[in-house]
């Protein structure tokens, strides 16, 4: 009888799960502040002797970014400064010598993808107007300039005729591969530096990532983004498709479109409003179509779905014409989302007791007993992304200056293709392969 009972709880049956009104904009930010308290008790970067900014093993580097990135949109959509003070202490902590987010504890398995996480949430920083550095250090936008100038030197010409390969250094596992979140990242830097500077040459670097991704056949006709080629075979398109990947292409368009109304980026933003629409929901909720139908995805597939919802929000603020499309996708898998927050596991979570929020959100949506700090990054982006009121504006008005941005990228068309310094992985592990409808998938690790 108290296995039967203790087996019940673990599966979402919990008094104290989370309810939310979704016509209550009250309602909906209580709901996210739980979810949100459930998340931090992941982190303990901010308690004495432990390291700001980092997550504890077993989560990777990267994620650490995606946390502060989160925890930004979080405060953008809810108004709860709860822990703006934490995520600014974290950023800060983890810039680097040069100012670049490359920490010498990284620099050894630092991928252009894991880098370019941090700068994200950099420039959402930036744009949000997060209080950050002290005068005279560098500032948020700058901090975001100098991985972009990074990116810029190690865009490769001499195989597949262009993009970021997944590694910066040649011994890392993965340097042979050139995969589409390394070049995401890198286009929505570019355009969101470009909406915010006006400066020409991240608008060209924009145009000239996105323009390489279609001709390497990463972007089809369609707007599929799928992963990643080989630079011994650049013609074998690794065909898989992530959330992940479709969500940063998609932000990074909806920057460009908001900053140029061209006809060009509104087709491109169109088509991949489209394409995250059809591959990536199942019944109208988020679903990530790869890995979760067969329970196979890792610790780093289980923090994609997070960054689809928040680039589809951005992209409603940025281009309201979306709305009326996009909305009621968000609705509905914010409330799949919030019925998922409903486990009671007896390890492995702090938060309130029946408030675990579970991965999968299709069907009947109950709490599916895997936790973590994925689960829990998804479940807040959705659950805030449904908050009717713009609390801090579109989003994209916030300035940063000053500090000690690296030189300009301006004129570089023939970028060195040596990185300056070394570097670390999306993840702290080399390359990781999944099986998937037999063939091999390579994570963001």
């Known amino acids: 009888m108290q296995r039967s009972a203790l087996a019940l709880a673990f599966l979402g049956a919990s008094v104290g799960a989370i309810k939310v009104d979704f016509d209550s904009d009250a309602s909906i930010k209580s709901g996210a502040s739980t979810i949100a308290y459930g998340l931090m008790k992941y982190y303990n970067g901010n308690e004495t002797g432990?390291?700001?900014?980092?997550?504890?093993?077993?989560?990777?580097?990267?994620?650490?970014?995606?946390?502060?990135?989160?925890?930004?949109?979080?405060?953008?959509?809810?108004?709860?400064?709860?822990?703006?003070?934490?995520?600014?202490?974290?950023?800060?902590?983890?810039?680097?010598?040069?100012?670049?987010?490359?920490?010498?504890?990284?620099?050894?398995?630092?991928?252009?993808?894991?880098?370019?996480?941090?700068?994200?949430?950099?420039?959402?920083?930036?744009?949000?107007?997060?209080?950050?550095?002290?005068?005279g250090s560098p500032q948020w936008l700058d901090l975001a300039k100098n991985v972009f100038n990074d990116f810029v030197a190690r865009w490769d010409t001499k195989y597949c005729g262009g993009g970021l390969r997944w590694q910066v250094l040649p011994f890392n596992a993965g340097y042979d591969y050139k995969n589409s979140i390394s070049n995401a990242v890198f286009f929505d830097l570019a355009a969101r530096l470009y909406q915010q500077t006006n400066n020409q040459t991240y608008s060209q670097w924009a145009t000239k990532v996105f323009e390489w991704e279609q001709k390497a056949g990463l972007i089809t006709d369609s707007y599929q983004v799928f992963q990643g080629v080989s630079t011994e075979d650049c013609d074998k398109v690794n065909k898989v498709q992530f959330s992940m990947e479709a969500g940063i292409f998609l932000h990074g368009s909806a920057a460009m479109y908001n900053a140029t109304t061209s006809a060009g980026w509104k087709t491109r933003l169109d088509g991949l409003v489209k394409s995250a629409q059809t591959t990536f929901f199942k019944d109208s909720v988020l679903f990530e179509q790869a890995c979760e139908g067969n329970k196979l995805c890792g610790r780093d597939q289980q923090v994609y779905k997070g960054f689809l919802v928040r680039a589809l929000?951005?992209?409603?603020?940025?281009?309201?014409?979306?709305?009326?499309?996009?909305?009621?996708?968000?609705?509905?898998?914010?409330?799949?989302?919030?019925?998922?927050?409903?486990?009671?596991?007896?390890?492995?979570?702090?938060?309130?007791?029946?408030?675990?929020?579970?991965?999968s959100w299709v069907g009947s949506s109950a709490f599916d007993g895997v936790i973590g700090v994925g689960e829990q990054l998804n479940a807040l982006s959705a659950v805030a992304s449904a908050f009717s009121k713009d609390v801090k504006g579109s989003g994209n008005n916030g300035t940063s200056t000053g500090g000690s941005t690296q030189p300009s990228g301006t004129g570089a068309d023939k970028p060195s293709t040596t990185p300056k310094n070394s570097g670390n992985k999306i993840g702290a592990s080399a390359m990781t392969a999944l099986v998937v409808l037999g063939g091999i998938m390579y994570g963001l690790c």
Not at 58 to 68: D, H, M, N, V
Not at 85 to 105: I, R, S, Y
Not at 113 to 123: M, T
């Open 50 to 135: 432990e390291i700001p900014g980092v997550l504890p093993e077993p989560y990777y580097w990267w994620e650490s970014g995606a946390l502060f990135e989160t925890l930004i949109d979080y405060w953008v959509q809810t108004g709860d400064d709860t822990y703006n003070a934490v995520t600014t202490q974290g950023l800060l902590h983890q810039v680097g010598a040069e100012d670049d987010f490359f920490p010498a504890n990284q620099s050894l398995t630092i991928g252009n993808d894991d880098q370019g996480v941090w700068a994200l949430a950099a420039i959402a920083a930036a744009e949000n107007g997060l209080p950050g550095p002290s005068k």
């Open 313 to 359: 929000k951005s992209t409603t603020q940025l281009a309201p014409y979306t709305i009326s499309t996009i909305q009621p996708l968000l609705q509905s898998t914010a409330k799949a989302a919030a019925t998922s927050c409903a486990g009671s596991p007896s390890k492995g979570f702090a938060g309130q007791p029946g408030t675990a929020c579970g991965y």
